[in-house]
């Protein structure tokens, strides 16, 4: 709550300042590079995802996480980005959208993955996203209607805030949430047509430098224009936010035109993400498995393995977990480089009751690939069913002391802590999935505990210590001077200030 306050503190200042600053300044550089700093970029960005995230509207897959992450930043690459750092995430949202957020947040709807036939389709818009954070098309777009903007932003978090303040029930706060949520996200991706035209011309280049067909851009868009035009009145919500024409597909079916032509595969990792997300889309576990028995009736052709790593993949949904387990193990024939179906296998097995068996698979996969995220994070599940929380804490600890972790993998490891009976580094771990979600009185609330603890040793002491003052440092004034912070005595002792 008040790490909120503290957020509306940065934004109510810059409010008053656009209400106020004079008109007849003479233009010095880009106006748009007046609306936010890069820390406020990045700030406003993170708060939306975050509340995109707290509200259940992020897909949280491993390997779904991990797949769009990979093919995003394989972009980044080749944008010209200026050092600047993306991040990409997957929205749990059947409909056909994606958006571009300050701060080089990047989000994709499931539905979009899946409305895509090709993977340079699936590229082309998230590189024409990218060019609207290069671009600065988001900072020009607040910039000509910064106090609206600016307000929706604010708004979101004067929502959080009044509803705590009158004790509003969780579904009327979630709604006022999404309500201004929707507002700040529209305002800032309602591009002109200038920037949009602009977004095909970088997006297609960064496509085309990247290995990918620069057909894809254009080709998808006129997918989804057909598709407007065939069902009025139902208009994909990318088209709302992105508005197209036919002038605008010839523009940029002919600068596709100037590049080299691509012939590409699809990457299985593509293939295997679109099934994933095609089973959580459907309502029931026996919808997906009749789709896909459905399907391979009217193939009437040998289903490629993608296919059968759905199939599989609805069946395990739908409790078949014996089944499943058999197409996985056939499936893995030839395909041992697949990391996802190693996962896969050792999951259905565990699934299946057999959990001897599901580690030998997890334990020859991370020899194969060691440090891969979903097949670490799939493992580590697997040892705490089985009950083998030491092997899981430092499988996850191994992972975590070379990458940053998510919040959702900052709170698994402090489950394994937990489960193994490291009580100090589970408040440690659960200080950290606090810092990662924005909330720092609750995270030095988890090292107060920690460093409260019998038994500590000097150098767990020492590093519970300094990150508390370290996150101590990053709170307001008030801030600190409201709350009592544990602190090491000149003899040696701990107490309050």
């Known amino acids: 709550m008040r790490y909120l306050i503290f957020c509306l503190s940065l934004i109510l200042p810059m409010l008053a300042q656009a209400a106020t600053e004079p008109s007849d300044l003479p233009d010095i550089g880009s106006p748009s590079d007046s609306v936010f700093s890069s820390i406020e970029e990045e ?39 200026g050092g600047e750092d993306f991040e990409f995430f997957v929205v749990d949202d059947s409909r056909i959208n994606a958006f571009a957020l300050p701060g080089g947040y990047i989000g994709v709807n499931s539905g979009l993955i899946l409305a895509s036939e090709n993977e340079s389709e699936l590229a082309g818009v998230l590189a024409h996203e990218i060019a609207h954070v290069t671009q600065n098309h988001i900072e020009r777009r607040i910039f000509d209607s910064r106090g609206s903007s600016l307000a929706a932003t604010a708004a979101i978090l ?228 089985a009950d083998e929380p030491d092997q899981a804490h430092e499988l996850l600890l191994d992972l975590l002391n070379n990458i940053t972790p998510t919040p959702d993998q900052a709170r698994l490891i402090a489950r394994a802590a937990n489960s193994a009976g490291d009580v100090a580094e589970a408040y440690y771990y659960m200080s950290e999935y606090y810092v990662l979600n924005g909330l720092l009185p609750q995270a030095i609330q988890q090292l107060k505990l920690a460093l409260e603890l019998p038994g500590l040793d000097e150098f767990q002491r020492a590093r519970f210590d300094a990150r508390r003052d370290e996150l101590t440092g990053y709170l307001p004034k008030e801030e600190k001077k409201k709350r009592p912070i544990l602190e090491r005595r000149r003899d040696g002792r701990f107490g309050y200030r």
């Open 158 to 385: 004067a929502t959080i805030i009044i509803g705590s303040a009158t004790d509003a029930s969780a579904s009327t706060m979630q709604g006022g949430i999404l309500a201004a949520q929707g507002l700040a996200i529209q305002a800032q991706i309602n591009y002109t047509r200038a920037n949009e035209y602009e977004a095909d011309r970088i997006g297609i280049g960064t496509l085309a430098a990247s290995g990918f067909d620069p057909y894809g851009m254009p080709s998808f868009f006129a997918k989804l224009g057909k598709t407007n035009t065939r069902a009025p009145g139902s208009t994909p919500e990318f088209l709302r936010t992105h508005p197209s024409s036919s002038a605008r597909i010839a523009e940029s079916s002919n600068r596709a035109a100037r590049y080299q032509a691509v012939v590409r595969d699809d990457t299985i990792g593509y293939r295997l993400t679109q099934e994933r997300i095609r089973v959580r889309a459907f309502r029931s576990a026996n919808e997906a498995v009749a789709y896909y028995r459905n399907t391979a009736y009217l193939q009437g052709v040998p289903p490629d393995p993608a296919w059968v790593y759905g199939s599989a993949l609805a069946l395990l949904r739908a409790g078949e977990a014996n089944q499943a387990t058999d197409i996985f193990r056939e499936l893995q024939v030839g395909n041992e480089n697949i990391i996802d179906l190693h996962s896969a296998y050792g999951l259905a097995l565990m699934a299946d009751g057999r959990p001897e068996q599901a580690l030998a698979v997890f334990r020859q996969a991370v020899a194969l690939f060691p440090r891969n995220v979903p097949l670490t994070i799939r493992y580590s599940q697997v040892l705490l069913r």
């Open 43 to 81: 700030q406003i960005g993170y708060m939306v995802r975050k509340q995109l995230r707290d509200s259940g509207q992020l897909l949280s897959d491993p390997e779904v996480e991990e797949y769009i992450q990979n093919l995003g930043q394989t972009l980044v690459a080749n944008a010209n980005a």
